[in-house]
């Protein structure tokens, strides 16, 4: 073969090769949670026991946010709370610890880490979780998120907390 033709068949495959791009990345793991997903259900059991199928109330409502840059938001809200009688600063302080008694906030950044999701608290409405790492065991089927905490100590006894979320379609047309 002359040196023309080698030429030739080289740059022709140089330039198929540029004209397909770089190879794609596998997308990250983190990537799999982006989005926002609705809580459905909060379970806590005790020794692989379900001791409450409602431990945040009959229908707790909340949002867990996983956003790119590996940022995260979680808001949950207790099934059942009940509207104070004035605005929060004039409310009673029954009234306002019932509130805080009620709802669970935080934000900060996340990770995974096989089938962990680590939540780092930035921020949070109980201020003694700030700077805390939250772990996560998770599990996705298809739509539906899967969360289970590790042992968290409540009234005396490590029990452990099963949340359900299901994810939230975007909106088209933004």
Do not use: C
Not at 68 to 85: D, K, L, Q, T
């Amino acid at each position: 073969m002359d040196g023309f033709v080698v030429t030739m068949m080289v740059g022709g495959v140089l330039a198929a090769g540029l004209a397909a791009g770089p190879a794609a990345a596998a997308p990250a793991p983190e990537d799999a949670f982006l989005g926002t997903w609705k809580l459905r259900s909060v379970s806590s059991w005790i020794d692989g026991r379900e001791v409450n199928p409602a431990a945040y109330g009959a229908r707790p409502t909340g949002f867990i946010h996983y956003l790119p840059g590996r940022r995260m938001a979680a808001v949950i809200a207790y099934g059942g709370r009940r509207p104070m009688e004035s605005d929060r600063l004039k409310a009673t302080l029954e009234a306002r610890a019932e509130a805080y008694a009620s709802f669970v906030s935080y934000a900060g950044t996340y990770r995974v880490e096989g089938d962990r999701v680590i939540h780092q608290v930035e921020v949070s409405a109980y201020q003694n979780d700030v700077g805390s790492t939250q772990v996560r065991f998770f599990r996705r089927e298809g739509d539906t998120l899967f969360l289970e905490s590790v042992p968290l100590m409540r009234d005396g006894k490590p029990q452990v907390y099963k949340l359900i979320w299901d994810r939230v379609p975007e909106r088209e047309g933004r």
